[in-house]
């Protein structure tokens, strides 16, 4: 399973690709908001950070002004992937897109029966989301499973990106259920390296090397 940074700041974005684990970018409205930057800027800056696949989410709420919106962001980068939400004018809009040759990720995705759809569209990815099923007591790492095993059974090639991923945790869960990727916050990032007893090991080595050899 790969690793995708979700995030729109790019010092962070940059941060991770320094450490060689990330394969790819995914943002939403809120992210970028929440960054207070140009969508279309951002874009171009986190494609010279990762070399792969960055996902910019179009904003229109018709298939046309989508599919415009799509088009449009789809010039910015060879890398960037075009983001629409489930529904009848995200499909419509994925299913013109796709046929033209521009990648898409279908978002919001609560269902099986609409990664179905989203991959029947022409979907290059579908994007559940596991940590708001959690919040709501719903669980959504059967989801990405159920979704993984739809899939493998009927031979759809659409690449399944566990997203609202809360924790490290998640990310060990969306591998085992069959995810091809997860789209990780910076602070999941973080926490995935870390460990209490790699922390107590290494002070340990130290200390005994210190004792054995005063340096
Ligand atoms: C990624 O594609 C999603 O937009 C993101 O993972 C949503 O995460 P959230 O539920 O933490 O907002």
């Given at each position: 399973m790969k690793l995708f940074l979700d995030s729109a700041d790019c010092e962070e974005v940059r941060l991770a690709a320094e450490l060689g684990v990330i394969s790819g970018v995914t943002t939403n409205p809120t992210l970028i908001a929440r960054e207070g930057k140009d969508l279309r800027e951002t874009v171009r800056t986190l494609a010279t950070l990762v070399d792969g696949p960055i996902s910019a989410e179009v904003v229109a709420e018709d298939a046309e002004g989508m599919i415009e919106e799509g088009r449009e962001l789809a010039?910015?980068?060879?890398s960037v992937v075009i983001k629409l939400p489930i529904g009848l004018d995200g499909l419509r809009a994925t299913q013109v897109l796709s046929r033209q040759g521009i990648k898409t990720n279908v978002t919001l995705v609560f269902s099986i029966a609409q990664a179905l759809l989203a991959a029947r569209a022409g979907a290059t990815y579908v994007s559940p989301f596991v940590g708001r099923l959690d919040d709501l007591s719903a669980n959504g790492i059967s989801l990405v499973r159920g979704i993984a095993e739809v899939f493998t059974l009927h031979g759809i090639s659409s690449e399944i990106i566990a997203a609202s991923i809360r924790s490290p945790q998640d990310v060990a869960d969306a591998a085992c259920a069959g995810a091809h990727v997860a789209t990780v916050p910076y602070r999941v990032l973080l926490q995935m390296a870390a460990h209490p007893l790699t922390d107590l090991g290494l002070a340990r080595f130290r200390r005994d090397w210190k004792d054995a050899f005063g340096k």
């Open positions: 010039a910015i980068h060879p």
